[in-house]
């Protein structure tokens, strides 16, 4: 039987350069500020807001976000190698907020979990739906970020053991990109 060429259904791949009918609005810079140190029984997280403009995350997101973290951790422990580090954003976007949870394992892999909410219903985070784009790119400037941190603090470090963890904790990031 010979083989036939996969022909795209819907989507990007069904139209021809120039011809999209993608809407794509101007870029927009957002904030990236480090809002405090946030300790889940043994592991210390940098919790970081990502919004739209200078007004920063609500104390009522970062209060709903943090419970949710901390109902997630209890009911989630990991059977991987765990380093007590990681960080957690909470996004402000449009339509939605986000939170992802990291946790550094395995020496150079994140352990990484997101939940969503409404604009609406902004403290009900729930599991996003599979198809969900779980990274945008203020949130990969963050990834990229605690990536070169992990990298010169803990894997590349000549310090021992301990010191190693809180350099990296020291590491903070607040930007606009």
Known sequence: MEEQPLKPQTGLAAFEPGQSRVSVGP??????????YWKHHKTTFKVY???????????????????????????NPTRHQQYW??????????GENQIIIDRWINENELLHQIFISS????????????DHNSVCIWELYLQGFERN?????????KRRWPARLRHYLDQRLNARV
């Open 27 to 36: 870029y927009a810079r957002r904030e990236i500020r480090f809002l405090q």
């Open 49 to 75: 807001g990502i919004t739209i403009g200078a007004k920063p995350c609500s104390a009522e997101l970062v209060n709903a976000a943090l419970r949710k973290a901390t109902d997630h951790l209890r009911k």
């Open 85 to 94: 580090v990681g960080f957690i954003s909470i996004h402000t976007g449009r």
């Open 119 to 130: 604009e609406k219903t902004p403290t009900r985070f729930r599991k996003p739906p599979c």
């Open 149 to 157: 941190a992990w990298l010169g603090c803990v894997l590349q470090s």
